[in-house]
């Protein structure tokens, strides 16, 4: 059911965006505003639902303590800038430094039913940069089509895996370096440019610093961040 709502609050967002851009003069009026720019800077607020991609190691089976260990989804909010620069009609380079608001679940429930499940949240505060190339289809009526890639690039400004309490927790690594993948539409209004986006980001690298003194952190191999993130450009 999660699912299905966060899909159809998807739909519905992109359904707006476009049911206001159509009461727009027909035409690309208001990208000619637009066109012969080189350059120019924004705002983006975004949305983001993220969980990690959880491997398990061979103690996994040897254990008799935990019966499973899995992630579950949290979510959050990003806000930040926007430099675009235009190389040629169709391509673009985009920095978004962004300050994130995430957050991820570790879901453990011991064999036997008796204790209680735990779940370990973990709460981030990351200073993401990521770097983009987006390529952009021909404009119609002021709405072009975009697809995007790139890596992002995030460390953790609350990251807790040196406090004196870690010595519990399953430790998190303060940085992580992703791949992303996304796509969107630019819509032209006379003063601005306002752009929804979808993007999915997956990590490159195993954010879980190894332990195996903590129970919870032996029967874990790998962990992958993962996040989807809705967002909302306005740029001009």
Known sequence: MFHIRRTT???????????????????NYNYLDFENKPYYFGIVLAYNNSDY????????????????????????????????????????????????????????????????????????????????????SEPYNDKRFFLVTGVKYGIDVANDSRSRDSAELVKIAPSDFMFEVGAGVQIFFPYFIFSPEIKYSHGLGNVMVIDPSLPQSNVIDRLTSRSVTLSFHFEG
């Open 9 to 27: 609050l998807i739909s519905s967002l992109f359904l707006i965006a476009f049911s206001v851009s159509t009461s727009a003069q027909r035409g």
């Open 53 to 136: 991609k959880v491997s398990q190691s061979k103690n996994f089976l040897l254990n008799d303590s935990i019966r499973i260990a899995e992630s579950l989804r949290g979510v959050g909010f990003n806000l930040g800038g926007i430099v675009n620069l235009k190389i040629g009609q169709y391509f673009d380079f985009r920095t978004q430094p962004t300050l994130s608001f995430a957050e991820r679940k570790l879901f453990y429930k011991s064999p036997d039913d008796i204790r209680a499940p735990y779940t370990r949240r973990i709460q981030s505060v990351l200073f993401e940069i990521p770097f983009h190339i987006r390529f952009k």
